[in-house]
């Protein structure tokens, strides 16, 4: 402390204790620069509160896609459906005056059945004859596009421009399409072995599982035919089973001991 | 009969009840200090705006820096500290931003003189008026207490140039008090 000088401490001591009032806006600026404890408290809650909310609603929606996987081919019920028994005629036009029944209808009581709808509609009636008994025309079936699948015709099979898709059959086509048979060709040597019964059983061999031009026409009319008969009957309808293959049978327990 | 008066709360309180964040405590530690402080800044710098801008800033440096405060030395002592930091703060910002024009300004001194001994606001008017250099080193040195080495330190000058600058504001202000006496006694 070396406050020698007199000037200095004159204008110290008459400095000392000098006030000077300031004005209002300064405690507002500090007041908005200092962070009171609740403040920050409150606000940092207030955050929390904000991002658990976000993350709620963002876990609850991945969850609820979970859950309810939308898939393309859900099908809709049975019940749903209304099919109309083709009948055969000459042309469209008489086609469309024919009457919607249930497709649950029972096959055997429908020889000479009537319409049971509205009397208004019953001069338009007429009669309904089953596919399977009448007789078969060379010409192509008029069939109402919403009415039942269409009556599969051998001369239809051949010519695959008749032969159309109906739309009031509902399969699951991605189930359908998910067995189509893809040709597999196998090839595989097998190391030769030094017994002779070991040559015997495992060959060279090529195996190929394609096998559709024989007898494919016949199979898919039989199926066809089958599940036309569950149609009316109101059962649910069949997949084709595809045949077992032929597979070649490895004996494994000679390959590795050898 | 009596009402309650609510007594003003020690600087120990205060300093408690600040760290933890009251509000209130705060109101009432800027309200006990603040118009000190406030005289303090305004030594350093031209104007009175100025010196608020710089007592805002050095409170809120306080209150954010509370926790610092070991209870050593006066609470006052601590702040005024703060206060002349952040005054030098702001003469390093004012210079970087634009070259200060120094000229004396004989405006603010009163010429009437009308008490024996210079009243506080005509002695902090002319150190106030001082040039930069001169006024800011004589605060330093003159009132605040430092010595040179330290004020070479905190302004970045050597020693030397303290020693020269506060010789000539000392040499400054004697003719101005000559002057206002001299006004004074020609009265």
Same mark, same amino acid.
Request: neutral net charge.
């Given at each position: 402390?070396?406050?020698?000088?007199?000037?200095?401490?004159? $204008?110290?001591?008459?400095?000392?204790?000098?006030?000077?009032?300031?004005?209002?806006?300064?405690?507002?600026?500090?007041?908005?620069?200092? =962070?009171?404890?609740?403040?920050?408290?409150?606000?940092?809650?207030?955050?929390?509160?904000?991002?658990?909310?976000?993350?709620?609603?963002?876990?609850?929606?991945?969850?609820?896609?979970?859950?309810?996987? $939308?898939?393309?081919?859900?099908?809709?019920?049975?019940?749903?459906?209304?099919?109309?028994?083709?009948?055969?005629?000459?042309?469209?036009?008489?086609?469309?005056?024919?009457? =919607?029944?249930?497709?649950?209808?029972?096959?055997?009581?429908?020889?000479?059945?009537?319409?049971?709808?509205?009397?208004?509609?019953?001069?338009?009636? +007429?009669?309904?004859?089953?596919?399977?008994?009448?007789?078969?025309?060379?010409?192509?079936?008029?069939?109402?596009?919403?009415?039942?699948?269409?009556? @599969? !015709?051998?001369?239809?099979?051949?010519?695959?421009?008749?032969?159309?898709?109906?739309?009031?059959?509902?399969? !699951?086509?991605? &189930?359908?399409?998910?067995?189509?048979?893809?040709?597999?060709?196998?090839?595989?040597?097998?190391?030769?072995?030094?017994?002779?019964?070991?040559?015997?059983?495992?060959? =060279?061999?090529?195996?190929?599982?394609?096998?559709?031009?024989?007898?494919?026409?016949?199979?898919?009319?039989?199926?066809?035919?089958?599940?036309?008969?569950?149609?009316?009957?109101?059962?649910?309808?069949?997949?084709?089973?595809?045949?077992?293959?032929?597979?070649?049978?490895?004996?494994? *327990?000679?390959?590795?001991?050898? | 009969?009596?009402?309650?008066?609510?007594?003003?709360?020690? !600087?120990?309180?205060?300093?408690?009840?600040?760290?933890?964040?009251?509000?209130?405590?705060?109101?009432?530690?800027?309200?006990?200090?603040?118009?000190?402080?406030?005289?303090?800044? %305004?030594?350093?710098? &031209? +104007?009175?705006?100025?010196?608020?801008?710089?007592?805002?800033?050095?409170?809120?440096?306080?209150?954010?820096?509370?926790?610092?405060?070991?209870?050593? *030395?006066?609470?006052?002592?601590?702040?005024?500290?703060?206060?002349?930091?952040?005054?030098?703060?702001?003469?390093?910002?004012?210079?970087?931003? $634009?070259?200060? @024009?120094?000229?004396?300004?004989?405006?603010?001194?009163?010429?009437?003189?009308?008490? !024996?001994?210079?009243?506080?606001? #005509?002695?902090?008017?002319?150190?106030? =008026?001082?040039?930069?250099?001169? &006024?800011?080193?004589?605060?330093?040195?003159?009132?605040?207490?430092?010595? #040179?080495?330290?004020?070479?330190?905190?302004?970045?000058?050597?020693?030397?140039?303290?020693?020269?600058?506060?010789?000539?504001? %000392?040499?400054?202000?004697?003719? &101005?008090?000559?002057?206002?006496?001299?006004?004074?006694?020609?009265?």
């Amino acid at each position: 402390m070396k406050e020698n000088n007199p000037l200095d401490e004159y $204008f110290k001591a008459g400095l000392e204790g000098h006030e000077i009032q300031p004005s209002a806006s300064v405690w507002d600026k500090i007041e908005a620069g200092v =962070e009171t404890k609740g403040s920050r408290k409150a606000g940092v809650w207030l955050l929390l509160r904000a991002a658990m909310i976000t993350i709620f609603l963002g876990l609850s929606t991945w969850v609820f896609y979970q859950n309810n996987d $939308f898939k393309v081919g859900d099908a809709k019920p049975m019940e749903e459906i209304t099919f109309t028994r083709p009948t055969i005629t000459d042309s469209p036009a008489q086609t469309s005056a024919a009457k =919607e029944e249930k497709g649950n209808e029972s096959r055997k009581d429908s020889g000479k059945e009537e319409k049971t709808t509205t009397p208004e509609k019953e001069k338009k009636q +007429s009669k309904v004859i089953p596919i399977m008994t009448q007789p078969v025309k060379s010409k192509s079936i008029y069939v109402k596009a919403e009415e039942a699948p269409a009556v @599969i !015709d051998e001369s239809m099979l051949v010519s695959s421009e008749t032969w159309t898709p109906d739309n009031s059959v509902v399969l !699951d086509a991605e &189930r359908v399409s998910a067995n189509k048979v893809t040709p597999i060709k196998v090839k595989f040597k097998l190391k030769p072995a030094t017994t002779p019964a070991f040559y015997a059983d495992n060959s =060279e061999r090529d195996v190929t599982t394609q096998e559709d031009k024989p007898g494919f026409k016949e199979k898919v009319y039989a199926y066809a035919n089958n599940q036309f008969e569950n149609l009316l009957a109101g059962r649910p309808l069949e997949l084709p089973k595809p045949e077992r293959k032929p597979q070649l049978e490895i004996d494994l *327990g000679k390959i590795f001991n050898n | 009969m009596g009402t309650l008066i609510k007594l003003p709360s020690t !600087d120990q309180k205060l300093v408690k009840n600040c760290r933890k964040g009251d509000g209130k405590a705060q109101r009432e530690l800027y309200e006990k200090y603040a118009p000190q402080m406030l005289s303090v800044c %305004r030594r350093y710098v &031209r +104007s009175l705006e100025d010196a608020e801008e710089v007592l805002s800033n050095a409170f809120i440096k306080v209150f954010t820096k509370i926790d610092q405060y070991s209870g050593e *030395g006066a609470l006052g002592g601590w702040i005024r500290r703060i206060m002349v930091n952040e005054a030098l703060n702001y003469i390093r910002y004012q210079k970087n931003l $634009f070259v200060e @024009i120094e000229h004396e300004n004989h405006s603010q001194l009163s010429h009437t003189g009308f008490s !024996d001994k210079m009243d506080a606001d #005509h002695l902090l008017a002319m150190v106030a =008026e001082l040039p930069l250099g001169y &006024r800011t080193v004589f605060n330093l040195y003159g009132i605040e207490g430092y010595t #040179h080495k330290e004020i070479g330190e905190m302004l970045g000058i050597s020693e030397n140039t303290s020693k020269s600058q506060l010789s000539k504001a %000392r040499k400054h202000l004697q003719e &101005r008090l000559e002057q206002n006496e001299l006004l004074y006694k020609e009265q």
